[in-house]
Nanobody
Framework: VQLQASGGGLAQAGGSLRLSCAAA?????????RGWFRQSPGKDREFVAS??????????ADSAKGRFTISRDRDSADNTVYLQMNSLKPEDTGVYYC????????????????????WGKGTLVTVSS
């Protein structure tokens, strides 16, 4: 596993959580689009957000727009990626996976599960009402 997500936990509706995605030692993912997916109970894994290799462009699922913010720290050794989640809702509950797609020089895009080259193990987010 080349990516490790962390930061999940229990939050109340309306609360916030910040997820982090770190790369394994020696991996930087500098030419990769990075993203977050989630899988809620009984549902397929779905796209949440993505960010370009430069960090200058982002894409969000409609469910995340206005509430979630994806960012990447290009000064960190491994280009750590974050997902700031505000105004959480019970329907945000699920396992959140960070992901990477090899995309040198390409613009940011909405990602599909089949696009992904590297997955993290996931971190559980539970939002109570």
């Amino acid at each position: 596993v080349q990516l490790q997500a962390s930061g999940g936990g229990l939050a109340q509706a309306g609360g916030s959580l910040r997820l982090s995605c770190a790369a394994a030692p020696g991996r930087t993912f500098v030419n990769y689009i990075r993203g977050w997916f989630r899988q809620s109970p009984g549902k397929d894994r779905e796209f949440v957000a993505s960010i370009s290799a430069s960090g200058g462009s982002t894409r969000y699922a409609d469910s995340a727009k206005g509430r979630f913010t994806i960012s990447r720290d290009r000064d960190s050794a491994d280009n750590t990626v974050y997902l700031q989640m505000n105004s959480l809702k019970p329907e945000d509950t699920g396992v959140y996976y960070c992901a990477a797609k090899w995309a040198p020089g390409r613009p940011v895009q909405t990602l599909a599960v089949t696009d992904i080259d590297d997955w993290g193990k996931g971190t559980l987010v539970t939002v109570s009402s």
